[in-house]
């Protein structure tokens, strides 16, 4: 009778011979990309500990929003690693960072984009060391006594809203080494700027954030425009206001190219493994995942959510 040391070498070898089969990334699913070893690995590279409970708020986000989870999974994971990079929480009613979902009407799918949030701005620059000060808020009707634009100088009175009108957004800053900014921009002037960087065909048609939290989305504006132009900018704020301002490709292009889909190697499911019993039972072994790149993951058939 064959030992189990022998029937383990056979079925070794034979599984190294076996040529991996390969699959698209598209047909793996959220949960079962994040449930590789090698995805694993990349957040705990990361986030250390925090990775378990990044991992779990990002299925969580993609589980309660039907448009992300239409929207192609590796743009998702690629989003939610700049998040993470940038150490900042992605759950939206939060506020510090969004992963929203854009539809390319010539490719026909949706992809996810990594959105900075105002809350994300003022933390990256408290990190910064060099804010003492830093905020902006909504200006209600009647609060706004006077604004001079020239010197910058601004009265409110928050206790003298008539109404839960805003008119328009107030941001300000101070630097520990006695520099500061006010800036304000009135709901015309925000209203100009979101129709004027809309992509959508229907220009004033509001999308996404805009939709869900105009709010939100009119002090991040405020916010970025005043850091950019005047504000001490780290290397993490830096490559939050790049990826901030990537353009979602949604617009029809005549001679855009083709993405090709993303190819992971899939290793042949094993043989199970014969014990050495008297009816010679089969036991079926679980085979486990190999690391390597993230455009490259080896994965089983049992990882996959198809047979």
Same mark, same amino acid.
């Given at each position: 009778?064959?030992? !189990?040391?022998?029937?383990?070498?056979?079925?070794?070898?034979?599984?190294?011979?076996?040529?991996?089969?390969?699959?698209?990334?598209?047909?793996?699913?959220?949960?079962?990309?994040?449930?590789?070893?090698?995805?694993?690995?990349? *957040?705990?590279?990361?986030?250390?500990?925090?990775?378990?409970?990044? @991992?779990?708020?990002?299925?969580?986000? $993609?589980?309660?929003?039907?448009?992300? %989870?239409?929207?192609?999974?590796?743009?998702?994971?690629?989003?939610?690693?700049?998040?993470?990079?940038?150490?900042?929480?992605?759950?939206?009613?939060?506020? $510090?960072?969004?992963?929203?979902? *854009?539809?390319?009407?010539?490719?026909?799918?949706?992809?996810? %984009? *990594?959105?900075? +949030?105002?809350?994300?701005?003022?933390?990256?620059?408290?990190?910064?060391? %060099?804010?003492?000060?830093? !905020?902006?808020?909504?200006?209600?009707?009647?609060?706004?006594?006077?604004?001079?634009?020239?010197?910058?100088?601004?009265?409110?009175?928050?206790?003298?809203?008539?109404?839960?009108?805003?008119?328009?957004?107030?941001? $300000?800053?101070?630097?520990?080494?006695?520099?500061?900014?006010?800036? $304000?921009?009135?709901?015309? =002037?925000?209203?100009?700027?979101?129709?004027?960087?809309?992509?959508?065909?229907?220009?004033?048609?509001?999308?996404?954030?805009?939709?869900?939290?105009?709010?939100?989305?009119? @002090?991040?504006?405020?916010?970025?425009? @005043?850091?950019?132009?005047? +504000?001490?900018?780290?290397?993490?704020?830096?490559?939050?206001?790049?990826?901030?301002?990537?353009?979602?490709?949604?617009?029809?292009?005549?001679?855009?190219?083709?993405?090709?889909?993303?190819?992971?190697?899939?290793?042949? =499911?094993?043989?199970?493994?014969?014990?050495?019993?008297?009816?010679? =039972?089969?036991?079926?072994?679980?085979?486990?995942?190999?690391?390597?790149?993230?455009?490259?993951? %080896?994965?089983?058939?049992?990882?996959?959510? *198809?047979?």
């Amino acid at each position: 009778m064959a030992t !189990n040391a022998g029937l383990k070498n056979q079925l070794a070898n034979k599984q190294q011979d076996a040529p991996a089969q390969q699959v698209s990334a598209q047909n793996l699913g959220l949960k079962s990309l994040l449930s590789t070893p090698t995805m694993r690995k990349k *957040f705990e590279q990361v986030l250390e500990k925090k990775a378990p409970q990044f @991992m779990s708020s990002l299925l969580n986000l $993609y589980n309660g929003d039907p448009q992300l %989870q239409a929207a192609e999974p590796m743009s998702i994971v690629s989003s939610a690693m700049v998040a993470a990079a940038l150490d900042l929480p992605i759950d939206k009613n939060l506020g $510090y960072a969004w992963i929203v979902a *854009f539809y390319d009407s010539k490719k026909g799918h949706k992809a996810a %984009q *990594f959105q900075l +949030g105002y809350k994300g701005y003022i933390q990256l620059a408290l990190r910064t060391g %060099q804010y003492k000060a830093i !905020n902006v808020i909504p200006v209600r009707e009647g609060e706004l006594v006077k604004w001079n634009r020239l010197t910058e100088e601004i009265e409110i009175d928050l206790d003298a809203a008539v109404s839960d009108k805003v008119i328009g957004y107030c941001g $300000y800053f101070k630097l520990i080494n006695g520099f500061e900014k006010t800036v $304000y921009w009135t709901a015309d =002037e925000i209203e100009e700027h979101r129709i004027k960087h809309n992509k959508m065909k229907d220009k004033k048609a509001k999308n996404n954030v805009w939709k869900s939290d105009y709010d939100a989305m009119a @002090m991040k504006t405020v916010l970025r425009n @005043m850091l950019g132009k005047w +504000g001490i900018l780290s290397i993490d704020m830096q490559t939050a206001v790049i990826e901030d301002e990537k353009e979602p490709d949604i617009k029809e292009v005549e001679d855009a190219e083709e993405e090709a889909p993303v190819i992971i190697d899939v290793e042949p =499911e094993p043989e199970p493994e014969l014990l050495e019993t008297d009816t010679a =039972e089969k036991m079926p072994k679980k085979p486990s995942v190999n690391d390597m790149d993230l455009d490259a993951i %080896q994965i089983s058939d049992d990882d996959l959510p *198809f047979k």
